[in-house]
């Protein structure tokens, strides 16, 4: 069964320095990645995904993230923080297996401070 | 660009009130999904459909039920609603081959049962 565990419910940074939400995830399949990002009282939109295709996925606004089988990780980064990026950010799981349902990580809080 | 629309953003009901949500996407996507989110329990699958007419439980479907007659829309139903139903809803829609499932939201309905 997949499951996936953010390593941080709360991450706070200074505008203009680096970002990393820790993601683990558990897969008996080759996974499907994602990252989404919930601004508050919004939908959520797709930041990017991991397809097995290039370990090092870009996604919209400056963010990326790495898949690492050998970690069983898929941490986002990006490497200056904006006003604009607080919101809540989930790492998400295809499970292959049950037709494409996603399992969603808890999701961590990034805070950006002035 | 795909767009996911629910009918309202905010809705009020009185407890016993049967409540109906609309989803409508416009990329003619086979999956369609409702969830809940609540703070502290991130996402929940509430029902999914893979077709037109086709539904399966998620992993909370008591109190609800969907109705999928066409292959855009996909409602969820409160039969007769209740204070602990009171939360924000997402409805999201994607394709289901090509084993990549990344999932499309809409913006949310936020209900309150008084």
């Known amino acids: 069964a997949q499951s996936v565990t953010q390593l941080d419910s709360h991450v706070s940074v200074s505008e203009g320095t680096p970002v990393l939400l820790r993601c683990n995830y558990s897969s008996s399949y080759s996974p499907s990645l994602f990252w989404y990002v919930q601004h508050p009282n919004k939908g959520l939109q797709l930041l990017l995904k991991?397809?097995?295709?290039?370990?090092l996925v870009k996604g919209i606004n400056g963010f990326e993230a790495e898949f690492k089988k050998s970690e069983t990780s898929f941490h986002l980064t990006k490497p200056s923080a904006h006003m604009s990026d607080a919101a809540e950010y989930f790492c998400?799981?295809?499970?292959?297996?049950?037709?494409?349902?996603?399992?969603f990580g808890q999701g961590t809080e990034l805070s950006v401070k002035p | 660009d795909v767009k996911v629309t629910q009918s309202s953003r905010y809705l009020v009901k009185r407890t016993g009130e049967k409540v109906f949500l609309e989803c409508v996407q416009d990329?003619?996507?086979?999956?369609m999904f409702w969830y809940r989110q609540d703070p502290g329990l991130g996402l929940r699958l509430i029902y999914f459909s893979y077709d037109v007419k086709m539904k399966e439980k998620g992993d909370i479907p008591e109190g609800y039920s969907v109705s999928r007659e066409k292959k855009e829309r996909f409602s969820l139903i409160l039969e007769s609603a209740s204070t602990n139903q009171t939360s924000m809803y997402l409805c999201?829609?994607?394709?289901?081959?090509?084993?990549?499932?990344?999932?499309?939201f809409g913006p949310g309905t936020r209900l309150t049962v008084t």
């Open positions: 999201a829609s994607s394709f289901s081959y090509g084993g990549v499932y990344e999932q499309y």
């Open positions: 991991y397809t097995s295709a290039a370990t």
């Open positions: 998400v799981v295809s499970s292959f297996s049950q037709g494409g349902k996603l399992i």
């Open positions: 990329m003619d996507h086979e999956n």
